[in-house]
């Protein structure tokens, strides 16, 4: 099955700063890659997606880049913010599986210092 | 988007006992559901696929007499975590993807549920 790693697993950053969050995933008919931020004891919230047609996608301060060749793909958060604190997880799928079953990473503890 | 609810939020119960947790899509119907199990500091583990109108799916490792799993109807799925013991403490939240509409992929979370087992 599709095995997807995350790093880092914490990452701490200063207010305004940006935040990188990198995904690797193993199997190549993976083609839909959403990312989600969850605070603690809440439910998780995608916050934006990308399918494999795309190698870039931006929404606002959040941008999510995919390497369908090395099977990667990257959250950028520009100008962090305080509120940005929380857990970030990536997840893969593809159509192929049960449909929508999405394969997730370990999470990354995203901290930002005002 | 579409709407997952989760019931109950919060439940608290002794060791030996069963607990149902429902799960309702409100705007969509759903023939596919999924139970995950969270514990602190960890990410989502899935726990079993609930296929409406036949037998969910479980993962490797969950016992399906332990973690039962109904799909009566298009938009409610349940699980019943029968003779519970301190460590099924956990944080259970089910998802559904929508069909149709402009993101089929998109899978929506139910807000969770905390259950302690004391």
């Known amino acids: 099955g599709e095995n997807v790693e995350q790093h880092p697993s914490t990452l701490s950053v200063q207010e305004g700063d940006s935040a990188v969050i990198k995904c690797t995933y193993s199997?190549?008919?993976?083609?839909?890659f959403p990312w989600y931020k969850q605070e603690l004891g809440k439910r998780p919230q995608l916050i934006i997606d990308?399918?494999?047609?795309?190698g870039e996608k931006k929404d606002q301060r959040i941008a999510v880049t995919l390497n369908k060749t090395a099977k990667h793909f990257s959250l950028h958060i520009t100008e962090t913010q305080p509120e940005d604190s929380a857990v970030y997880f990536c997840?893969?799928?593809?159509?192929?599986?049960?449909?929508?079953?999405?394969?997730f990473g370990r999470g990354t503890q995203l901290t930002v210092w005002p | 988007g579409a709407v997952v609810s989760q019931h109950p939020s919060r439940v608290i119960c002794k060791s030996g006992t069963s607990v149902k947790i429902e799960c309702r899509s409100l705007d969509f119907q759903a023939t596919t559901m999924f139970w995950y199990r969270q514990f602190p500091k960890q990410s989502l583990m899935l726990m079993a696929t609930?296929?409406?109108?036949?037998?969910?799916?479980?993962e490797q490792g969950v016992e399906k007499d332990k973690f039962l799993i109904n799909h009566a109807s298009l938009t409610l799925s349940t699980l019943t975590v029968t003779s519970a013991h301190p460590e099924d403490s956990s944080f259970y939240i089910c998802s559904a993807p929508s069909r149709g509409g402009v993101d089929p992929d998109t899978q929506y979370f139910g807000p969770g549920t905390r259950l302690t087992v004391l």
């Open positions: 199997d190549s008919a993976s083609n839909y």
């Open positions: 990308i399918r494999s047609n795309v």
């Open positions: 609930s296929n409406e109108g036949s037998k969910a799916t479980y």
């Open positions: 997840a893969a799928s593809h159509r192929g599986s049960t449909l929508g079953r999405l394969y």
